[in-house]
């Protein structure tokens, strides 16, 4: 039990150590993982038939995680009654004002590079055509099964390609549906935990069963549903080892399907080992730079699922979370929850238009950087890209007066400088503390910036 509770707690999962990364040894590899440190911004989404309900994505399922996950659950007591109408949601699930299109230019607009788009939950239900099960989007008890956009990840997955986003297809790796997995014949009473209801130790005919029915649906998202540029991989309780040994042979699928799709790099969350290729801390950002591919998922409300009357980010904390996690080396997945009718929430869609305006203005320092010493002081961000280094300077309290002079704590050469998102040149000055320069004349609005950005020319 205490390795999985290092797994998640209230849902919310751990990150592997930068120690425990394994360098991949294919030149290609190495090449997509510097690839996905250029890109800087992914959009993530959790959707599904949960989002009607306007409750936590799956968690509520498992009576072990009762204690946290039920707790806006107030319409009934009774843990198997729960489970019933969770389950039964796929029909009335039907998102009829959904536009793919209409989310995919939304998010190039805003300056996403990449969506991490959930396929399957671990409540099993799929967001694609799957030939493996009838829990699906376009299964017959869904009402939006007969509708143009049924496919939801074919619908997506082409939308966003098609402005030049890459795509990250999350998948969990257990499945609280499916009898092989969560089986009436073999369940431990009412009472169940996240992982399989039985011991594969002592029935390894219907683990089996489960292996291959999770092979399936991994196959047909990475031989029918075009390029993939990421297997993001949850459920990290299931793997070797651990409480109970849930072996699924990962390393022979993903081997498999990089036959067809030799970019594709993985993500085995919190397993660590040669298939996390990238480390994916959540709700969370390290306290320290970490010079490995990695990414934190932070949700732009409260939650990852849809939630009604849900509190955002300001866009000032939104800047200031993307700057500390680029300084230390990582990329952000922004997560957005939609609406069980297929639309976006309008505050959410502020903030992204929002955070587009200030990566249009000052995004050159972000896309494509690496880290640059200090990384991140708390109130300096730092990163570089080939002769410049770019210091943005965080105003946390919107209350706090714009400074004239700044002291840039950075102590390497310097040439020059200018003003981003301006390019008007600044004069500078070694001093003890660093870097000093002087903002133009003319430089306050007479609000309160969310940074101030500077490029530091090295030579």
Known sequence: MAGEEQVAEAG??????????????????LERLEWFKDQKLGLMMHWGPYSQLGIVESWALSDEDADWSRERIDWVTDGEQFKREYFGLNRTFNPIRL???????????????YLLFTTKHHDGFCMWDTHTTDYRVTGPDCPFHTHKHADICR???????????????????????????????????????RGPSYDPAEYPWLWERFVKFTHDQLEELLTR???????????????????????????????RARRAQPWLLAADRTVGGPYENIVTPEQSIPDCPMNIPWESCITMGTSFSFRYEDEYKSTRRLVH???????????????????????????????????????????EGIYGTRM????????W???????????????????????????????????????????????????????????????????????????????
């Open 372 to 379: 640059c010493e200090p990384y991140f002081t708390g109130e």
């Open 381 to 459: 961000a730092f990163t570089s890209k080939g002769d410049n280094v770019y210091a943005y300077r965080l105003y946390r309290d919107e209350k706090e007066p714009a400074a004239a002079e700044l002291v840039i704590p950075y102590a390497r050469e310097a040439v020059g400088a200018e003003e981003l998102g301006t390019n008007r040149g600044l004069a500078l000055e070694r001093c003890g503390e660093g870097i000093k320069v002087r903002l133009p004349d003319g430089f306050d609005s007479g609000e309160t910036p969310i940074v101030h950005a500077i490029r530091i020319r090295t030579r």
């Open 321 to 363: 979370m993307l700057l500390e996690i680029v300084a230390k080396g990582g990329n952000l997945a922004l997560n957005v929850g939609p609406q069980p009718d297929g639309r976006l929430p309008e505050g959410a869609i502020r903030r992204m238009r929002e955070l587009g305006a200030w990566l249009e203005k000052y995004g």
């Open 155 to 193: 619908e997506l997955f082409d939308a966003f390609r098609d402005e030049g986003l890459a795509i990250a297809a999350y998948f969990s790796k257990a499945d609280w549906h499916t009898p092989y997995y969560w089986t009436p014949d073999h369940a431990r009473g009412r009472t169940m935990w």
């Open 225 to 255: 549903y075009g390029r993939i540029d990421v297997l993001w991989l949850d459920a990290g309780w299931v793997r070797s080892g651990g409480r109970v040994n849930q072996d699924i042979r990962l390393g022979e699928l993903v081997d």
């Open 12 to 29: 919310v999962h751990h990150f592997s150590k930068e120690e425990e990364w394994v360098k991949p040894e294919d030149p290609l590899l």
């Open 99 to 113: 536009q793919p299109r209409a989310w995919a230019k939304l998010a190039a607009d805003s300056g996403f590079k």
